[in-house]
């Protein structure tokens, strides 16, 4: 495996975000005067095309100028909230932290900076990032640790072998997803507790068609009987947990925040087993654009994968990709939630921020079960931990960037 392989297989592991190669070019000059200020601390635009290069060696779907532009707003974020309660971390500690990241694909940190610098890409741009994500990683386990309670239950269930996971049950759901594009997190994540707090099927149908983006947004968010196994892992444990009536609290997904709400439950067929799915995902453009409108049009009529490449002739080759025996729970939660609903060459189109993913199931297997030795309970049970956290983190980093002095010049 040659090194940038490597990098490009960590890159997406690690940010659970499909790579496919692309053609789009990101200008790796720029000035290196401020171009925005978070809480007095300059963004230059040097750091944003760089930003941008580094996020489209992703192919991340989100890598436009304005995605690199907040995603080092919020990287500022992270530092100033550091700085607030004390946190400064020494060179040896964030070089640790990058051959740390580095050694997920075997690779040394000297060796990921050298890949990256062959695609036009700055050391510091990873040096920055790997600091941002390492005090945030502290701010946010200072602020909220507490608060997380993992039972012994909660390590159990999630031990528990896939094919166990709420065996012979089927669930009947709604379901809201709210787009939350550059500057409206905060306003989604309203809108969501809204949801969440609703007392009833009635009044959460009234809001998923207010709020939701989803094409089940018609119908009140409703959702027709499905066996649970063909919802995303992530889900399952916490639909499952619903009494009939509820609905979960806000579920950060990417470039969205989802709310379920379990109608009723029964029994069904035994599971078959953990899945792997081959599906494409098309980035269509901006959500209500004539171009979404029109590809989706496009699209109403095809009924195999391949068919995708036709309609999209003219696009970035980055816009199209196809994803090929994918373990069920390595699928992103916002597109394995919209593949539950689907059969083979059906489609549906997801928010992803201020645009539109049109996804398209292609084949669905039982995967091959070889012999496993079971996970280890305290890798379990930090794992738990860190989702508790995320959402703790994401809700504080709306509430810093309602609070910050942002100034763009």
Known sequence: ?????????????????????????????????????????????????????????????????????????????????????GIKLDEAA????????????????D???????????????????????????????ARFGQQVNITKSD????MMPESQTGKGVKVLISEAIIPAPQGRARAAMGQARQLSAAQGEGAFAALARQYSAAPSRARGGRLDWMPIDKLPPQLRGVVLKLKPGTATQPIELQGAVAVFMLRAIGDGDAPSGPQTLS?????????????????????????????????GKGFPPSALTKHEDVAQAQVPTNIGLALAHLDVGETEVIPQGANDVLVMLCDRKVAPQ??????????VRAALENKALESYANGYMADLEAEAVIVRK
């Open 94 to 109: 964030i070089q640790k932290g990058m051959d740390e990241f580095a050694g997920r694909a075997n690779m040394t940190g």
């Open 370 to 379: 070889g012999d496993q030795s079971a996970p280890d309970r305290d890798q």
């Open 279 to 311: 599906y494409m995902t098309f980035a269509i453009g901006p959500t209500g654009s004539q171009q979404s409108a029109k590809i989706q049009s496009q699209v109403a009529a095809a009924r195999e994968c391949n068919q995708l490449y036709t309609i």
């Open 1 to 85: 495996m040659t090194m940038m392989t490597r990098l490009l297989t960590l890159l997406a592991l690690m940010l659970a975000l499909p790579f496919a190669a692309g053609t789009a070019q990101a200008q790796s000059g720029g000035s290196f005067a401020p171009v925005v200020t978070v809480n007095g601390m300059g963004v230059t635009d040097y750091e944003i095309n760089q930003r941008q290069r580094f996020m489209q060696l992703l192919n991340a779907g989100a890598n436009t100028r304005e995605d690199a532009e907040k995603a080092l707003i919020e990287d500022r974020l992270r530092i100033w909230a550091g700085k607030r309660i």
């Open 155 to 158: 390590v159990d269930r999630a």
């Open 111 to 141: 060796e990921f900076v050298q890949a990256l610098q062959k695609e036009g890409v700055d050391p510091n741009t990873f040096r920055n990032f790997t600091e941002a994500g390492l005090v945030w990683r502290q701010v946010i386990r």
